[in-house]
């Protein structure tokens, strides 16, 4: 065939169509069905909620004890940055004031200031990070899991400003050299330039095991169940105790509950 | 037209050559976050966005300056402001673009910046900006470039393109509005919670970018053959005089909200930018700054006078467009994140490096400005003669 401006041109063109066309003909030609096999293991809720019984936590916890920390941070490869700018955190301990914004007075046992509450993603029934973020890099799962893809997110730091409740940790420098722990090589470290933060340990659900820090609490203290389950362990202790959760009034309804 | 760029005398090569300088010192510094990240910038966990973000906030206040002039031109038939509404789009163009950097030189991944295209996503805010900036972007470029040729031609434009300048309109009032948005609806930001955000944007907008332009048309009256004349400038002043007022208002209406509720969460943020609160305030001395630049500037633009006096005019315009940098491209993006979401302050001190990539920014911006005037005085000239 002789070849040509004209004739490469007009092909050119035909197959620039056909390319364009391609996510068209992907979006019709997929079919409906699992994307992949899940573990018959899995552990499954409509929607997973944990309470923290801080009680238990003090009184029967050992002084000091971060077992919970430890264990997240060991788990999911979470760098130890000890700048306080720039610091990653999943599990943490934050003061009563701190934590529950608003919510003090002055006359507030003494011993209750000090005390560490713990702080993690609330994974909001309603959540502010994932209205604002321009990805989809954050989601919320059908199991009530606020997800965190590191590999979409961009690193806009929009997700940052909508949670209120400082839930997130951007990668301001290359995590990897801080990695203390023993690396987990079945959980991906980070790159700089993304944010993250506490899955709710998705990954561990998929196989069957409770989260990371609920595991590691040796006094109970994390209770881990189906919110929307009436029978559910949180469900039980939701009944029978009071409990509280962060800035209820912002209408974001967080599934982290609190006992004092 | 593009040709005209590339003569012009030695002034306006030394002009392109000093700003060439910053940008290359801009970019040197950008190639330094690229390799260690933002961890280069004085942001934090506590204080996510800062001078970038500000910064882009503040500029697409002042794309709207096309808009003021646009607007009365075409709606209103206002006939002295024919000559300068290619200045106001232009000066659109440059100050979009700027926007644009701004936000890219902020992404902690910006390879990966397409994603936004790639997964459109309707409930980010985000989003939307990223549609009516760029929108906003094309349609001045598109609509000052066929303007301008058809006047070189001597002919009418395009009749294609007065739609496109009706659009523009609502257009430029939608960057601001959605820009606001970024701010005004979230839950625990108290300073940025406010229903008048992006009427405050629209104010301080709309009496920034005017200030500029005046400014900018002095400049041009100086340096060129090309005249604004006084007629436009008297009317731009005004447009800028009721703007300050409006915007000044508009803080007050914050304050009033804040302190006799007595809120404390409302406040925090107000008293962190004007007193200091727990003993930090790096913003203090900026924020007086900023009252006694807006003060200055009502004094010196209500009184007629004064504003009908070349002199006394360029200083309140620069007291004008200070004024609102400082409100708006300093304090009203940082105090949103103080006190943090755990009643703490932590402050954010920018950065050498930081800013040098902010001031490689601005160089750009006034990079692509100089040409496009360049272009268009020449232009102008060549009619006129």
Redesign the interface.
Known sequence: MESNRRNFLKIGGVCALGLGSLPIVKALAQEKGPAFSSDPRRLVAKRWAMVVDMKKCWEMGKPGCKDCVLACHTVHNVPDIKDEQEEIKWIWPEQFNHAFTGQENEFIPAEMKEKPFLMLCNHCANPPCVRVCPTKATFKSPDGITMMDFHRCIGCRYCMAGCPYGARSFNWQDPRPHIQTELNMSFPTRERGVVEKCNFCTERLEVGLLPACVEACKVGGLIFGDVEDPNSNVRKVLAERFTMRRKPELGTQPNVYYIV | MLERAFTGSQKYYKLLGGLLIIMGLGFAAYLLQWN????I?G????V??GFYIAQFTFLVGVAASAVMVVLPYYLHDVKVFGKITILGEFLAVACVTMCLLF?IV?????M??L??L??P?P?????WD?VVLNGYLFLNILIGWNVLEAERKGVHYPSWVKPLIYLSIPWAVSIHTVTAF?YAG????HYWLTAIMAARFLASAFCSGPALLILLAFFLKKYTKFDAGKEAIDKLSQIVTYAMIISVFFVGLEFFTAFYSSI??HMHSLLYLFVGLEGHGKLVPFMWLFAILAVVALVLLINPKTRKDEYTLKIACAAVFFSMWLEKGLGLVVA??IP?????V?EYVPTVPELMIALGVWATGFFILTILYKIAVTVKEEVAS
């Open positions: 260690k990240g933002l961890t910038t942001m934090s966990r506590d996510s966005w936000i902020d992404l902690g991944k910006p990966r910046m994603n936004v790639f997964y996503t409930n980010s805010v985000l989003f990223m970024l979230l839950p625990a930001r404390p969460s949103g994140f943090n979401p755990f009643d703490q932590r």
